[in-house]
């Protein structure tokens, strides 16, 4: 049986796995990635990227980004989002309402089986060793060594290392092996996903709609343009309201398909492509251990899905970039201890995701108010200035957080 050592084991090559290789072979530290699919691979998923996953991919490398901004082909350029609150009312908002010809997309659309491939294809380096198509055995951890036994065509292999990093994801044995849980059943979302052609009326600079149905709240189905004339439809709403509403995710999707009149006509020669395909969303809707002794968790498997949106890509890849420079430190002291990873990783998460993910939650909370949503966007509809304001709040996190106080909506009440 061979026996591996390395740094730091990373399960999981998605874009946490991705994020954390990245920048540990930027810092020249010696990793093994093990990943149970072949790339390419198909993930569950809305398939929109913000702008944080563009942060990071540039951090990364920014020839990385100029690939991806110069193949809109393939990674279509969206420019905005449409809400259609509950009343069906519908609002415009652009991602960069000052934007100039030289404006590049903030965010950008992409099936992940393109997107995760296009990660993958950079992570090997001189310090990255990967093995897809991989079973990991068992997981060990003595204090100062983790131990990893995996299988890879037929031959079994024992990997020692300092730390490992969970980034497999929603079902991540790592977090279920460290923390000895799964996911927490209350802060989760359940999500599906269908790929169609031919839906009409889609905006001309490709918004991601996000359609706030009565039935749903505080989740919502969206259209997301793909390229190609695809498009991405899902649904995505809060397991706790499922099982008490004993919701058939599948049935409500597709009724809402067939019978709204907002999205109905629109789908009257569209094609399902596929299969409707479901997948768990872990959203940061609490502050949970995201390390101990010697493991760190990222991405998904740290529960870091914004709770408003469901984006979790760019926190995936965020999550990762943060988790590659707590081992360098940890790595410079020869310290894996569960106190040392938290004041690396915890606290810096924490720092510069948990406001967002905290301002997020709130707004989930609010969506449970159908009024609410239908006062600000009848409100918005009529006043530009409200408009521009909630366009800013995508890249002002201190104007986003008005979103979170009563005076904010008392302002807007009074038309000021
Ligand atoms: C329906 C739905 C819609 C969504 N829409 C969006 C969206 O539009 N935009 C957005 O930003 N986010 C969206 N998300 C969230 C997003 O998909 C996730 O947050 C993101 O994929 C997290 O990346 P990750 O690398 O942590 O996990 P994953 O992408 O799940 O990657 C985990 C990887 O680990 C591998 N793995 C798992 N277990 C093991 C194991 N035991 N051994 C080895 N390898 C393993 C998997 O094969 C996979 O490759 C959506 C999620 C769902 C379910």
Redesign the pocket.
Known sequence: MPNLHTTAII????????GTSFFLSKYGIPHIV????TFP?D????????GK?ALVINRANPEWLKEILAEPQAFLPSWGITFIAPNGRSLDIPFSPNRTAETKAPGFTVP?LVL?NFLFGKMPSPHCTIFQN???ETIENIPGKVTVAMSHEGIGYTITASVIVG???????VRKTFLNESTNPKTSA????AYYSGITGMHRENFIELHFLPEMLPGYL?I?PLPDGMA?V?V?ILSERIRKKKINLREQMLHAIATNPMIAPRFANARLAGKIQ????PLGTEQLPVSGDGFIL????AC??DPF????????LYS?MLAAAAIKEAAARNNYSAAFLKSVYDDVVYKRLGEELKLSTTLQRLCRFPWLFNFVVNKAARSASLRNTISCMFTDMDLREQLSKPSFYWKILINR
């Open positions: 399960i999981g090559a998605g874009p946490a796995g991705a093990i990943e149970k699919e691979r993930k569950v998923c809305g398939d929109a990227c913000s996953t992940r995760d991989a079973t990991v980034a497999d994801g929603d079902k991540s044995q359940v999500g599906l996903r969206w997301f991405n899902g995505g479901g997948c768990g969303l990222t991405g998904d498997a870091l899905i949106s469901g984006e979790g890509i760019g926190n995936a990762g």
